[in-house]
């Protein structure tokens, strides 16, 4: 059986989190439209085993970070990944800023509204192309060094950018799209997976026409009585041990069922079944 747990930078983490994302407003802007539901969410992923939360600077901005202090701080066993590295100039708006003052700026602001004297987890949201990719490693180096984190991440990045990086900052986590129904990080999954480093796929719950109603990955999830959702999410912690999903939810009956994936052991015919689909 795969082992339940990862671990990076001496910090081991149970691989079902959650993406608190989906705790703001229309178009990751502003609060949601339930606040107490959101928090409400953060304190039941944490009561059903999930013991990292993934979040940036950008969601809200700001918001998701501040609900996640006023819902678990003081966080004691829970580990919190933020990231930094874009600009929000409106909903649904995102602009890379990968400017090392900018992205110290952010790393301090971070610390002040979730309440920490060190960052668990900071991951470089996107690698700014309008300024020297070393400059921006080099900046999540000095952090490492001060204490100011305790581990690196990047998000969104090819494996020759990984190992751009890896020679100036240890990275313990990559956060780039995937799941069963897009596989277009195959490559950055494998190369994690052979080097030990933590593989965060964002919108891990598939869709398209696959998760289609009626479509193949419904009929297995039927097959098995659980929903699409949890089907998705117990075959990417099959796929790999470094994988740790992170669905995210501002609903609490669906953070249940998103973390029961978490229980779900999927049968070896189910999971070859899955690994020749392609949307």
């Not at 802007?29 to 339930?34: E, F, R």
């Not at 696959?210 to 990955?217: C, F, Q, V």
Request: with cysteine; proline share 6%; aromatic share 6%.
């Amino acid at each position: 059986m795969t082992d339940p747990t990862f671990t990076y930078a001496n910090q081991t983490v149970n691989r079902l989190g959650f993406g608190a994302m989906r705790i703001t407003g229309e178009g990751i802007w502003g609060p949601p439209k339930d606040p107490d539901e959101c928090r409400a969410v953060l304190r039941r992923a944490v009561e059903l085993g999930v013991n990292l939360i993934d979040t940036a600077d950008s969601y809200g901005p700001y918001v998701s970070e501040e609900l996640i202090r006023e819902a678990l701080h003081p966080y004691g066993g829970v580990k919190i990944a933020t990231k930094a590295g874009f600009l929000r100039i409106g909903p649904n708006a995102w602009r890379e800023c990968g400017r090392p003052d900018y992205l110290r700026q952010e790393c301090e602001m971070s610390l002040r509204r979730l309440g920490q004297a060190s960052i668990d987890l900071f991951q470089l949201h996107r690698i700014d192309p309008a300024v020297a990719p070393e400059d921006q490693f080099g900046l999540l180096r000095e952090l490492l060094d001060e204490g100011k984190v305790q581990a690196v991440g990047l998000s969104e990045v090819s494996v020759e950018q990984i190992m751009a990086a890896r020679k100036v900052v240890t990275i313990s986590t990559v956060q780039n799209l995937y799941n069963v129904s897009n596989r277009q990080s195959e490559d950055v999954l494998e190369y994690c997976e052979r080097e030990g480093i933590g593989f965060i796929p964002w919108y891990p719950v598939a869709a398209g026409n696959l998760a289609r109603s009626g479509g193949p990955l419904d009929a297995l999830a039927h097959q098995n009585a659980i929903t699409v959702g949890q089907l998705s999410l117990a075959w990417l912690l099959r796929r790999s041990p470094v994988m740790l999903p992170i669905p995210g939810t501002s609903k609490v009956a669906h953070v249940e069922e998103n973390c029961a994936a978490a229980t779900i052991t999927l049968d070896d015919a189910t999971f070859e079944a899955l690994n020749e689909l392609r949307d």
